[in-house]
């Protein structure tokens, strides 16, 4: 009996009798063609890949903003001369952004080429389990199916932390800029819309990179 012909009797087997089945296929050097993640996996690599495309948008947004900021800032020589200090924090301010923004969007697209190929990874497995009931994170899925390792935790950390000092930075830019040229009443008030506004990220962080969707 030819292996392919092994693997769809397993599977009617394993379906029959509610047991889980596996295949050596890379002993072999075979892929398994017809292969499907289970509708688990798929959605939570789905939310992933939106979260992820929309993140990259978001970013080259910012990135694209912060050129046109950081042209008016280095042209204001009356801020130069008066408020030197301001002028330098809001220039480092700029220019973390604008890295930040662009690390973040290079972080993003890298993650969703390697998510794009997870269920080629699988189908090259060894095993290639049937779950029904499995108690486990989102985490152990993405790594029992795609071979998910430290590499891949570090990329998604990076992207996170950059994604979220960009907007930090965005901020604190803003805030410096209104403190020096406002009035107190639009001081008080901008600063309190720009905490509240902040509340997400720290909703967000802890959740990081083990489940991003909210």
Known sequence: MSIPTSMEWGDKES???GMESTFNLNKAGYVHTK???PP???SILEGWKTSLVIAAVVSALFASAECS???FITSNDAMKVAHPRVYNALRIFS???LLFSTSATVSSLILVDRYSELAFRASQKDNLPRHKYVKHGMDYFLKEYGDIGPSWNLLRWHWLLSLGLGILCVFLQMLVFVWISDPPV???VTSCVA???LLPLLMFLPRGCISPRG
Do not use: N
């Open 40 to 42: 688990v996996v798929q």
């Open 95 to 97: 220019y973390s952004t």
């Open 195 to 197: 905490g509240f506004s």
């Open 15 to 17: 379906t029959a009798h």
């Open 69 to 71: 900021l950081l042209g």
């Open 186 to 188: 639009v001081r008080i």
């Open 35 to 37: 292969y499907e993640l």
